[in-house]
């Protein structure tokens, strides 16, 4: 799955960004508009950013825009972009995957692969893709790498799509050979400003888990995503990268880390029980990961650093300590207490013993 490595990409001139309105699209193109060396950037999305993020993105120009006609075609003939980055696949909102998202993420990341491949001046795709391309099963290695495929491939879902237009991605570096295509394979993000399912699900204050399983998680920052994202853009190297931080968490270890407590139930129970806690929207969104919260996901991050050269500031741990100090909402119980209780039944259990 993963793509051989091309020469380095020198720095733009003109970067088209789509998915404007989202967080790491927005607080990208606030980057790319404050470096000194992009001549233009262009900021892309059927939806208007807020006040604030259109503030942050200082000489930027905003196109309202949909991707999926062919006026994004048109706009980067227009302007002669010779930088794309496809940030608009819809992988972190908090909106159950529907069949309105699947045509949006398929149908806007085919427009956008065919305008790059008919203009001369692009040069460079980047694409934000997801880990969840790799799926989650009781067979999968204990961290995949770029070039492993999913050992129970998804089939529908933010997974299924991404798997999609990662493949409209490569078919168009092999269509154009003189483009470089990178794609990067980001891990479930936390962090006090994005919105994500992960997020949510452990804000919870009774978290309901799969009883009998204990999946292996894996964090990146929300810094370290944004971070990673104009690393890309303005200097990696066409591939696949998988962008995660280092060290693994257990999901028990998460949940009692934020201070919220732990329901073992059985697989079915696990959607209509989070319903309770948390809101509608927030239930269907779990249940399109129920493979995920049973089994867990862990990828291999070292071409991020040998051949990517990215170094992220945050480890596993590290993102969840600073999401539940600066982002979730107050605990149930605190930490120290669940330590404490694991104290007493060790020595209660050495006692009988």
Partial sequence: MADETKTEAAVPRVVLVTGASTFLGGHLVARLAANPEIEKVLAVDSRVPSKALLRRMGRAEFLRLDIR??????????HEVDTV?????????????????????????MQVCAACQRSPSVKRLVLRSTAMV???SSKDPVAFSEGD??????????????LDIEGYAR????????????????????????????????STPVVPTVIGYQPRLQFLHEED?????????LAAPAGTFNIAGDGVITLTQAIRRAGRIELPVPTGLVTPITGVFSDVRSARLRSSQMDYLTYGRVVDNSRMRTTLGFEPRFTTNETLDDFIARGASDMVIAPQRWRDLEHRLVSTAHQLL
Avoid: C, W
């Fill in 69 to 78: 006609r062919p006026v994004i075609a048109k706009t980067i003939a227009a």
């Fill in 85 to 109: 980055v496809h940030a608009a696949t819809s992988i972190m909102d908090m909106t159950a995957h529907s069949a309105a998202i699947k045509e949006f993420n398929v149908v806007g990341a």
């Fill in 134 to 136: 790799y799926g989650a």
């Fill in 149 to 162: 495929r999913a050992v129970r491939e998804p089939t529908a879902g933010y997974g299924r799509d991404l």
């Fill in 171 to 202: 078919g168009l570096a092999r269509r154009r050979p003189d483009i470089g295509v990178t794609i990067a394979r980001y891990q479930a993000i936390l962090g006090p400003q994005i919105e994500t399912r992960m997020g949510s699900y452990l």
């Fill in 225 to 233: 995503a944004l971070a990673a994202f104009e690393h890309i853009t």
